[in-house]
């Protein structure tokens, strides 16, 4: 009988898996991976020069101890009619070798550890870009108090400046983490936890809330957006224009207008605010038309989704914090394109 059916269905189980993992994740891969192990910011550097050194005298380690006892157990083995070998009992020097050699390498792992303990412990000096970081069940907010702009989602930043992260949650306890450019830090009700870097490189970074905090933990994902300096210049001035009023422009396109006015005739006002600084119960929409991903970084900012989205927010999230309207498709397009017009 031929084998080949097994061999097929061996070779085909990892790739089998991989799709399903893709597929569970519901996207294709990223441009970026979310992974420390590619640091991209002074802050993430630190952390892997000391994890890096770290693992390399725990890999000395391991092999000294590992080979000595593979050694021991070939020498020593059992062979017929072999003598006993010679049993010590207290060897000075031995002991004091194999003490000092430990407290080496202890020492060789602590003191940097400490010295990175202390330095990513310090606040940036000023000229930092201040950014307010608050966790919500289950997105997170973005605070400019310096540019007067409230965001969410998307964590803008220029590249090649320090941003200091000043951060908080408005609910439970959450973890704000920032894969490629700087570690992890929990943030508590009524404290305010500092975490910083200076990104080395431009690009859209995805990320995760670290700290189980709820039904819909898994989905409360962000993005780091790096951009360069002019650019988020840019960002920044265009983000603090005001909401244009559509419904005062009679040139404008008719389904824009109606999307504006059922905007605040459905109640999403109450929760939203489409003016720059202005933060609610939910996230800032202002711009929300520009983000790349929408429903706390978990779906791509497309037309459909969004729709989607408005249309029944529990369907991809079930028991998120905003209620299904119960809006027939006809709004649901006028508002999709009232948001996409506020860009
Ligand atoms: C009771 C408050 C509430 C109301 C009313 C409400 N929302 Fe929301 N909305 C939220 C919350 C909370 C989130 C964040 C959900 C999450 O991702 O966990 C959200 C998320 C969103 C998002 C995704 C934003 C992002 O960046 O991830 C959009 C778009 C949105 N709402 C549009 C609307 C529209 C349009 C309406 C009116 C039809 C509306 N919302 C009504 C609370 C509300
Ligand atoms: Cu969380």
Request: net charge neutral.
């Amino acid at each position: 009988m031929s084998q080949t059916p097994v061999r097929r269905l061996r070779l085909g189980a990892p790739v089998l898996l991989l799709a399903a993992a893709m597929l569970a994740a519901g996207c294709a891969p990223d441009q970026y991976p979310q992974t420390t192990l590619i640091p991209r910011a002074d802050f993430a550097r630190e952390a892997d020069t000391l994890m890096r050194q770290t693992l390399l005298w725990a890999t000395i380690v391991f092999v000294l101890v590992e080979g000595a006892l593979l050694f021991a157990i070939w020498k020593f083995r059992n062979r017929p009619g072999a003598a006993e070998p010679v049993q010590t009992h207290g060897n000075t020097t031995l002991e004091i070798v194999w003490t000092i050699i430990p407290a080496f390498i202890l020492a060789m792992i602590a003191v940097p550890t400490v010295r990175t303990i202390f330095k990513t412990s310090q606040r940036p000096g000023p000229g930092a870009l201040q950014v307010e970081v608050i966790g919500h069940q289950w997105w997170w907010e973005f605070r400019y108090p310096e540019l007067g702009i409230t965001t969410a989602g998307e964590l803008v930043v220029p590249s090649g400046r320090t941003v200091s992260l000043e951060m908080t949650t408005a609910d439970v306890l959450h973890s704000f983490w920032l894969p490629q450019f700087a570690g992890k830090r929990d943030v508590f009700p009524g404290r305010y936890n500092n975490l910083w870097f200076k990104a080395e490189v431009e690009g859209n970074f995805p990320a995760q809330c670290v700290e189980f905090c709820g039904v819909q933990h898994g989905r409360m994902a962000y993005r780091i957006v790096s951009v360069t300096p002019e650019a988020f210049d840019a960002w920044a001035a265009n983000f603090n224009a005001p909401p244009k009023d559509f419904t005062a422009d009679s040139t404008a396109n008719p389904l824009v207008r109606e999307g504006q006015r059922l905007f605040t005739a459905k109640g999403c006002g109450g929760c939203h605010a489409m003016y720059p600084a202005l933060p609610l119960i939910g996230p800032n929409l202002h711009h929300v038309g520009s983000r790349s991903h929408i429903a706390a970084g978990t779906l791509e900012n497309t037309d459909e989704n969004l729709a989607r989205w408005i249309k029944n927010p529990q369907e991809w999230k079930t028991g998120v914090l905003m209620p299904n309207l119960g809006l027939t498709d006809q709004e649901t397009a006028a508002i999709v394109a009232y948001l996409r017009a506020n860009q």
